[in-house]
């Protein structure tokens, strides 16, 4: 069968991140291609060239036999390609009609024809198998699985040819991923591709036909049929070894002493179920997990963000106010958010300035500054953490990502923190600039600062941890040091919950 | 490192003399620069035009004399804005204020009974404004929307739409000329002294340094471990109590209280703030641009009015002066 859609050669850079290399693709009509790889793997950036929301910088895309462009995401919708995306598009204060028919609005001469639009959303939404949504219900009051089914109303409200759903199963009941799947093979029986996201393997064994491996911008394998290829194998090409993980050694001596941070049943309704943990001076624990595994939801409940509806934290045996931030701060606790540039940058602000921030009492006297000692004292810890370029009245905007890390570190640095929570620390950082970032958390750590990682990126945990907590939809189900671990068991245990 | 280019003016140290792309300040001094260069050139318009009335010392003394009152508003809603706030009820509290503290009852309290109920009227409605907008929570622009109508309102209410003279001999004593000081009404005393506490406490407090962060970026600002709405509250506690003081300014200058006091004095405000380069999303002013931005608008006024132009011309050219500052901004702001 000729391809309806073939992709060669694709390459995509970012600043300091090449993050496709040379990507073939090449999808046939009615069938389900699923796209597997680790976070960073490339797999969004893909998407977002196929929509035409990114431009490649090389490589082409044909579709059904001719070479084609995507200037924009309405140029990609013409040729019949639709996105549903992870965090879905929809207006929330909007009717379920408005929001499918949004952009090709029916109408006659600029005039909507309400009860034409209506009927024609009906039909789609009973296709769909979900007749009981009313498309005049605002899009606030659906629930995520109710929005994920006006999201894939709206992309068949095109004459679509080919759909790719990122990771739509992670918001879905177990029935609810049932239906999925039955409007999938819908799909696929009329001639529809689809190319499918998801790091469940048993849903890509249940529905998918051909398997594709991204790998650090690279395809590490293609046309693997999807319900025949063994778990391990799909891992192992997933994973490998690679150059960009140059781990600290783990200090010589076992952190010792009685823990500093003690964390006691800590639970959220919905997000996380009790939890218990201890970190030592010296240590760095690990939560590895998927997104959604509620592994963030767990650092801001520590860190007061979030009020947790059971449980406690403790600092050197002292309770921490729950879901106070200020409170967890003077208790010795800082936290390095997963968004750099939204959550914890001011990024109009100089260096400085956005180092002192959570210690201004401590240069003030009556509320009034002492600039020069602020000053000194910022720079000092800047350049413990050898930030490039040593400028510290430069604005904090110009640094690179790896840089306005170490400003963030700075900060709790100069806090005299006694517990560091740290959600993706390497998020948006350049390759070469990771393993300086892992030195100084490691040097963290070794000064006797109590260290919580999350990241997406297994090897980081393993690398840099000296114990991990496995984490599945907001429970542990593993806990071990990471020298009893390696990736391959970690990424089972994330993904499929049970032992390899 | 390549060289500077320019020095930052603030480069007092050898080390701070090295850090040389501090493009942020040297922006920002060209903008007071070149602010300074409109008022300058408005100068020149005048001495051309009415050189006999314009440069007379007591011109200046008038010109000064109204900038105050709206300026020392103008300081506090810039703070407000700086915080990533809106003040729409800053014209409304000035009213209020100064009907509350000209009612026969409030002056037979004397100057002090007058001058503690217009701070404390400003206060209150500052801080009704604070508790919606940090603890409503609600969105700045309808909770202080809300407090323009009431307060014009309750203005309207207690004086009876009358104008309630003032018959403290005290309070007009400080409008005479008799008062000045080297020749300076107290009025603008009180502007220049509002004026260097409002830039001494955003740049040398700890209070300064969180509404810049607060403004900037609230959920950093929150989960670096500012109490976000205690300072949101204090904000807006800090342009009423601005606008309590506005409000017994102009008692002693009108010596009078009327319910239309302070009409679009939020406009002005808001307008005087902009174009001294304060952003309205937040994050970044200065004191020393909205005055200038103050001074700016009061001299327009004074030269259209010495030139007898109506007011309506004067309100066009309000306006061409905020886009053509703005656009100005806008080219070199971009990073």
């Known amino acids: 069968m000729a391809p309806l859609l073939t992709m060669s050669g694709i390459t995509k850079s970012f600043p300091g991140v090449r993050a496709l290399d040379g990507v073939d693709l090449d999808v046939e009509p009615g069938e389900v291609h699923c796209l597997l790889g680790q976070n960073g793997a490339g797999k969004s950036t893909l998407i977002k060239v196929l929509s035409g929301a990114h431009q490649p910088d090389g490589g082409e895309i044909t579709w059904q036999g001719e070479p084609v462009r995507l200037p924009t995401p309405v140029s990609a919708m013409r040729l019949g390609i639709a996105t549903i995306y992870q965090e879905l598009d929809l207006v929330e204060h909007v009717s379920v009609t408005e929001n499918v028919f949004l952009g090709h609005e029916v109408a006659s001469r600029g005039v909507i024809r309400p009860r034409e639009a209506r009927a024609r959303t009906a039909e789609l939404l009973a296709r769909l198998g979900h007749p009981e949504i009313d498309p005049g219900t605002l899009i606030s009051r659906l629930s995520a699985a109710g929005a994920q089914i006006v999201s894939m109303a709206r992309a068949l409200s095109h004459d679509v040819r080919m759909i790719i759903m990122d990771e739509p199963s992670a918001a879905l009941d177990p029935d609810e991923v049932d239906n999925l799947f039955r409007i999938v093979r819908d799909l696929t029986a009329d001639g529809v591709a ?307 | 490192m390549t060289p500077p280019t320019s020095v930052a003016p603030e480069a007092e140290t050898p080390s701070a003399a090295k850090q040389g792309p501090a493009g942020r300040r040297i922006r920002i001094d060209v903008r007071h620069l070149s602010l300074l260069g409109v008022l300058l050139a408005l100068v020149v318009v005048g001495a051309i035009t009415k050189p006999d009335e314009f440069l007379a010392t007591d011109n200046f003394r008038l010109i000064l004399t109204q900038a105050s009152v709206i300026g020392v508003v103008t300081v506090g809603v810039t703070f407000v804005i700086i915080g990533g706030g809106i003040d729409l009820s800053v014209g409304a509290i000035v009213a209020l204020a100064s009907v509350w503290a000209t009612t026969v009852a409030t002056q037979e309290y004397g100057l002090a009974g007058m001058l503690l109920c217009s701070l404390l009227v400003g206060l209150g409605c500052g801080l009704v404004n604070g508790l919606l907008i940090a603890y409503g929570p609600m969105v700045p622009f309808i909770a202080t929307l809300a407090m323009l109508a009431s307060a014009r309102g309750l203005a309207l209410q207690i004086s009876d739409g009358k104008t309630q003279v003032v018959t403290v001999q005290s309070v007009l004593d400080l409008g005479v000329p008799d008062s000045y000081v080297l020749g300076v009404p107290p009025i603008v005393l009180v502007f220049l002294g509002v004026g260097v506490l409002g830039w001494l406490v955003l740049n040398r407090t700890t209070f300064g340094r969180r509404t810049v962060a607060v403004g900037g970026n609230p959920e950093a600002s929150r989960l670096a471990g500012i109490a976000v709405k205690r300072q949101r509250l204090l904000l807006y506690l800090l342009s009423g109590l601005c606008c309590g003081i506005a409000a017994f300014l102009l008692i002693i200058l009108t010596g009078s209280g009327q319910n239309t006091n302070g009409n679009l004095y939020e406009l002005d405000a808001i307008a005087a703030a902009i174009i001294g380069g304060t952003l309205l999303s937040g994050g970044r002013g200065t004191i020393l641009g909205s005055v200038l931005g103050v001074l700016v608008f009061t001299t327009i006024t004074n030269l259209f009015a010495l030139n007898n132009l109506q007011t309506d011309v004067q309100q066009i050219a309000k306006g061409a002066i905020i886009v053509a500052a703005v656009l100005v901004q806008k080219g070199r702001f971009t990073p």
């Not at chain 1, 260096?351 to 240069?363: A, C, D, G």
């Not at chain 1, 020069?372 to 490039?388: H, I, K, S, Y």
């Not at chain 1, 750590?445 to 990126?457: I, K, N, Q, R």
């Open chain 1, 194 to 500: 689809v190319v499918y996201i998801s790091h469940r393997l048993e849903e890509i064994r249940r529905i998918g036909d051909r398997v594709s491996v991204l790998k650090d911008g690279r395809v590490a394998a293609r046309d693997l049929p999807a319900r025949t290829t063994p778990t391990d194998e799909v891992v192992a090409l997933m994973t490998g070894r690679d150059t960009q993980h140059a781990f600290p050694e783990r200090s010589a001596r076992d952190a010792a002493g009685p823990s500093v941070l003690r964390v006691e049943g800590l639970a959220r309704a919905g997000e996380f179920a009790p939890l218990d943990l201890e970190v030592r001076p010296g240590e760095i624990v690990g939560l590895a997990g998927l997104v959604g595994s509620g592994r963030s939801e767990i650092l801001e409940t520590i860190y007061g963000a979030r009020r947790p509806s059971a449980g406690r934290v403790l600092v050197d045996d002292r309770p921490v106010r729950p879901g106070d931030i200020p409170a967890a701060v003077r208790a010795g606790i800082g936290l390095a958010p997963e968004e750099r540039k939204s959550q914890a940058l001011l990024m109009l602000e100089s260096v400085t300035r956005n180092v002192s921030v959570s210690s201004l009492p401590r240069f003030s006297r009556g509320g009034w500054l002492d600039r020069v000692r602020e000053r000194d004292r910022a720079r000092a810890r800047t350049r413990e953490l050898a930030l490039a370029p040593d400028e510290p009245e430069r604005q904090v905007s110009t640094f690179s990502g790896g840089n306005q890390q170490k400003v963030v570190l700075a900060r709790w640095l100069l806090r005299e923190c006694r517990v560091l929570l740290l959600d993706e620390p390497t998020r948006g950082v350049d390759v070469g600039a990771r393993a300086e970032l892992y030195a100084v958390i490691r040097r963290l750590a070794d000064s006797g600062v109590c260290v919580l990682l999350v990241s997406s990126e297994v090897p980081e945990v393993l690398g840099l941890a000296d114990r991990v907590l496995v984490l599945r939809e907001g429970a542990v189900v593993h806990r071990a040091p990471s020298r009893e671990l390696d990736e391959h068991r970690v990424l089972d245990l994330v993904m499929e919950g049970g032992p390899a």
